[in-house]
């Protein structure tokens, strides 16, 4: 397997501009997790789903931010308008659902930057 | 709620020693996982070594051992015989049974001296 997927790697865009990023997990996970990684905030989790349903939304910074998933294999994270406070590396994991607690593996990340 | 806690922000480490990374957790769930990820100057996300609250033996991997404490709530990892390429963020991060979210703590830099 590849392993999960994000694109693109890196994004720069203009403050108010649209924003979505991409993962693809790997196949047969059944968690995908969102994350923003910050100097300031560090690791954050954003949103997760289990089986295409999210669970917990509660580190969604506001409305501006918004995730979906339509499928097993593909994931968004839209963020409408962005802000220059938005700029992070924002990453994708996913998890199999396993016996206990199997562990996330995580995508490259996309580093955003917004001008 | 589950809370995550790395007190060291940052420390050094003379090549071939030890060093241990502190992390303490907070969880009213009795069922629970624990893990470590590093992540060198490059960003990749990189699992090391996990917990799981009901295991009798401390887990090891290779040069990882975590060292489980579950009545003090603290799941320290240690790293032995240092290498340079062990310079890195370290992150301890919690998964509970109560919805399987995955937290992370705020993570130990390391630096390893030649």
């Known amino acids: 397997d590849a392993g999960v997927i994000q694109s693109p790697r890196h994004e720069v865009t203009e403050m108010g501009q649209e924003v979505t990023l991409r993962c693809k997990p790997i196949?047969?996970?059944?968690?995908l997790f969102w994350y923003r990684q910050t100097m300031m905030r560090g690791l954050e989790l954003l949103i997760y789903f289990n089986n295409n349903v999210p669970i917990d939304d509660s580190g969604m910074p506001e409305d501006r931010f918004s995730a979906k998933m339509p499928n097993a294999s593909f994931s968004t994270l839209k963020i409408q308008p962005s802000e220059p406070r938005d700029s992070a590396v924002y990453f994708c994991?996913?998890?199999?659902?396993?016996?206990?607690?199997?562990?996330?593996?995580f995508g490259q990340g996309t580093r955003l930057t917004v001008v | 709620a589950q809370k995550i806690t790395q007190t060291q922000p940052g420390m050094f480490v003379q090549e071939k020693e030890a060093v241990t990374l502190d992390c303490t957790y907070d969880t009213s769930d009795p069922s629970y996982g624990l893990f470590w990820y590093k992540q060198p100057s490059s960003g990749e996300m990189i699992f090391l070594i996990y917990?799981?609250?009901?295991?009798?033996q401390n887990a090891t991997e290779g040069r990882y051992s975590l060292n489980f404490q579950k009545a003090r709530k603290s799941a320290n990892l240690v790293i032995s015989a240092s290498q340079l390429g062990d310079s890195a963020m370290y992150f301890c991060?919690?998964?509970?049974?109560?919805?399987?979210?995955?937290?992370f703590g705020g993570g130990t830099r390391v630096l390893v001296k030649p």
């Open positions: 994991a996913s998890s199999p659902q396993g016996q206990g607690f199997a562990e996330a593996f």
């Open positions: 196949s047969g996970h059944d968690y």
């Open positions: 917990q799981g609250s009901y295991d009798q």
């Open positions: 991060a919690m998964r509970t049974a109560a919805g399987n979210k995955l937290t």
